[in-house]
Nanobody, 116 residues
Framework: QVRLAESGGGLVQAGGSLRLSCRASDTLFGVSVMGWYRQVPGEQRELVASVTSRGTTSYADDVKGRCTISRDNTQNTVILQMNSLEPGDTAVYYC??????????WGQGTQVTVSS
């Protein structure tokens, strides 16, 4: 069973930074698309950023220039570096993995709270 272990959430003031980390237990990590999503109560989960197995990245428009997603295939880890955080970034952030066989997996989520 694939497990995604997230860490790095917390409370930060507006303008601050957080680094979210997600480590996957699956050996297919190297051929998987990894992503970070976020969700606030009452709203749909939305994509923040993703990175393919070859390192191609994509970002939601409202985080471009403020967030960077990266991966380390030797450690089965994907990182989301978030800078210049805004109160609107407050949400539960979820790590997502789509493996080479089409399986889709989620982490348990980590809370990010940005105070004004």
């Amino acid at each position: 069973q694939v497990r995604l272990a997230e860490s790095g959430g917390g409370l930060v003031q507006a303008g601050g930074s957080l680094r979210l980390s997600c480590r996957a237990s699956d050996t297919l990590f190297g051929v998987s698309v990894m992503g970070w999503y976020r969700q606030v109560p009452g709203e749909q989960r939305e994509l923040v950023a993703s990175v393919t197995s070859r390192g191609t990245t994509s970002y939601a428009d409202d985080v471009k220039g403020r967030c960077t997603i990266s991966r380390d295939n030797t450690q089965n880890t994907v990182i989301l570096q978030m800078n210049s955080l805004e109160p609107g970034d407050t949400a539960v952030y979820y790590c997502n993995m789509i493996d080479g066989l089409g399986g889709k997996y989620w982490g348990q989520g980590t809370q990010v709270t940005v105070s004004s």
